[in-house]
């Protein structure tokens, strides 16, 4: 079966400083990956996603990055955090398009809790 | 860019009622899924949905996929307190590879539900 990490599960970080999460998952291959931050428990919001290695896509504009070292493993990065970076941040995973599995289903991990002072 | 609206935002009930939330877009969407969220964790799969007209259940929950492919309802019967929790309708406008799989997200139904 397919499992999804993120680490850490919680993080508290000053005002400029760097950020590094970490999402993996096991059980599959080539899977599309997902990063989508939540505010005040509403709303998920796509920050990035991505279809294969070094490959991302940027949904909006903002002070974050990510990258795709290896198949199943996903990074968000920040070299300088801001307060409006506090939130709850999401991985998601879901399969490649296979002809005879319709649909876009995703799974998430357990999250990271963000907070910045 | 699509946007879903999901009401009501929020839902206070006495245990044992049936609950009904949904969604609508202005836009046709091929794909309707419903998440559960608990605090402090990820969202759950529910229910996925990928035909129009669609009526699928699980368990206590049932959910359907509208004939005009713009909207979806998801229906809880007999609530539990471990019901509580937001419940998020999310959708993809184009099926398969070619939108990537992105998942438009509605703004959630908060429920709680009073032993």
């Known amino acids: 079966s397919q499992t999804i990490h993120q680490w850490p599960a919680t993080l508290v970080q000053p005002v400029g400083s760097p950020l590094s999460l970490e999402c993996t998952v096991e059980g599959t291959s080539n899977p599309n990956l997902y990063w989508y931050r939540q505010a005040a428990g509403r709303g998920l919001q796509l920050l990035f996603y991505?279809?294969?290695?070094?490959?991302i896509s940027s949904e909006v504009p903002q002070n974050l990055s990510a990258s795709r070292p290896q198949d199943r493993q996903f990074i968000l990065s920040s070299k300088k955090l801001l307060l409006s970076d506090s939130g709850f941040y999401l991985c998601?995973?879901?399969?490649?398009?296979?002809?005879?599995?319709?649909?876009?289903?995703?799974?998430f991990g357990p999250g990271t809790r963000l907070t910045v002072l | 860019g699509q946007q879903l609206n999901q009401s009501p935002q929020s839902m206070f009930i006495q245990e044992g009622e049936d609950v009904s939330m949904n969604c609508t877009s202005s836009?046709?969407?091929?794909?309707w899924l419903w998440y559960k969220q608990d605090p402090g964790e990820g969202p759950v799969l529910l229910i996925a949905l990928y035909k129009a007209g669609e009526l699928t259940s699980n368990g206590r929950l049932t959910a359907q996929f509208g004939i005009t492919r713009k909207d979806s309802f998801l229906n809880i019967s007999a609530s539990i307190p471990s019901d509580v929790g937001i419940y998020f309708c999310?959708?993809?406008?184009?099926?398969?590879?070619?939108?990537?799989?992105?998942?438009?997200f509605g703004q959630g139904t908060i429920l709680t539900v009073h032993p």
């Open positions: 991505s279809v294969g290695i070094g490959q």
């Open positions: 998601a995973w879901k399969v490649r398009y296979l002809p005879e599995s319709p649909g876009d289903t995703q799974y």
């Open positions: 999310a959708g993809t406008a184009n099926a398969g590879g070619t939108s990537y799989g992105k998942l438009t």
């Open positions: 836009s046709i969407f091929n794909t």
